[in-house]
């Protein structure tokens, strides 16, 4: 059989990517479908080709399927999902998709009021033939005891800050870093806080990956650790990527520790989210805030940081268990890592978690619609 495929010019627009046909008509069903719905589809120079007809993405990810999916697929009902072991991650053929859980339809919708929570291992990547239909919530971000999806990848991902010290109290853990530099970590009465490390260059994301770990605190790294970073989430469409709904991948709060004078964790980091389709628009929520740092020790156990539930509103560090113990610094809000509110005034008393810096947001065209992005992409 005979393809006709389109030839491709690249385009930058902003941070992201887009890779628009430069004309003529695409031969094969799926270049036809694409164009049928929601605009131009999102293809890269490959797609339509006899080398590799079943191939999706034009930046960061990029997936090819062992067949192209022919029905749609609708989240109707709360689903979580692990991406390290479901039965329902998708077989890929090209190696740089190996490591993703694939999920795939000839249109995805998760519906209004209905959320799809990925954790596990790997990231969580939807492809659809037409559209995408945020409606309800996809939830990439990690709380206590559910690390979103590919969170904390590695230490190649993810480098190590300088670690907190221990004086006549604990120093307090750095907020994590990823998109945004984490806070540092509160000093006390000769406990030095640990200093969050830099945040990544643009040039060294060159793979969907999840957020980075907060740091932990002395004495008890058991107890006092650093919050999760946010978890990793693409969403590929041939045509529109719509989204009513929310897209979170923010990090999880500090940990407090559990011993008089011990510092505490900071905040993880937010996460990864790829959005990667003709139209992108935006009347919800989309954000990777990073995590709140957790309340030093001082008479009480602290109190943890808490976890970004909001767009628009930073996640707090744990405050109000002590009166010795400084107050958590609240995650990232769109930038860096919010600074530590100290109140640490006594000997007795061990240093607050720095907040978690802000994620990474990536997208093939500008955004558009009312809606709340944090941090910008």
């Not at 979580?80 to 249109?107: F, K, M, Q, R, W």
């Not at 998760?110 to 033939?129: C, E, N, Q």
């Not at 990956?209 to 469409?237: D, E």
């Not at 744990?318 to 610094?329: A, K």
């Amino acid at each position: 059989m005979l393809r006709r495929f389109v030839v491709l010019t690249p385009v930058l627009v902003g941070c992201g990517f887009e890779v628009q046909p430069s004309g003529g008509a695409t031969g094969d069903a799926r270049g036809d479908a694409a164009n049928a719905t929601d605009g131009a589809p999102q293809i890269d120079a490959t797609i339509g080709t006899p080398d590799a007809p079943n191939c999706f993405g034009t930046g960061l990810v990029h997936v090819c399927l062992a067949t192209v999916p022919t029905a749609p697929r609708l989240f109707a009902a709360d689903l979580l999902i692990d991406t390290g072991t479901s039965p329902l991650c998708e077989a890929t053929t090209n190696p740089e998709a190996a490591d993703l859980c694939v999920l795939s339809g000839a249109g995805i919708e998760i519906a209004s009021s209905r959320t799809l929570r990925a954790r596990g291992t790997r990231p969580l990547v939807l492809i659809s033939t037409t559209k995408i239909d945020v409606s309800g919530t996809l939830d990439a971000s990690s709380r206590p005891s559910a690390p979103g999806p590919n969170s904390d990848p590695d230490l190649t991902a993810c480098p190590p800050g300088s670690a907190a010290t221990n004086g006549g109290s604990g120093g307090g853990g750095y907020g994590g870093s990823f998109g945004g530099k984490g806070a540092d970590g509160e000093s006390n009465d000769g406990g030095v806080g640990g200093v969050a490390p830099a945040a990544a260059s643009p040039a060294s994301i060159t793979a969907l990956r999840g957020g980075c770990r907060g740091g932990s605190s002395t004495l008890s790294t058991s107890t006092a650790v650093g919050g999760r970073g946010g978890g990793a989430v693409a969403l590929i469409a041939w045509g529109q990527i719509i989204v009513p709904g929310v897209i979170n991948a923010s990090g999880e709060g500090g940990k407090p520790g559990q011993f008089q004078d011990q510092g505490s964790g900071g905040g993880g980091s937010g996460g990864m989210i790829v959005l990667d389709g003709a139209t992108i628009v935006n009347t919800g929520a989309i954000f990777a805030n990073g995590g709140g740092g957790a309340e030093g020790n001082g008479g009480n156990v602290g109190k943890p940081g808490s976890e970004a539930l909001s767009a628009t509103a930073a996640a707090a560090g744990g405050s109000g268990n002590t009166t010795l113990g400084g107050d958590g610094g609240p995650g990232s809000l769109g930038g860096a890592g919010g600074a530590v509110v100290g109140n640490a005034t006594d000997s007795g008393g061990g240093g607050a978690g720095g907040g978690g810096g802000a994620g990474v947001i990536k997208t093939s065209v500008q955004i558009t619609g009312a809606g709340v992005v944090s941090p910008a992409p």
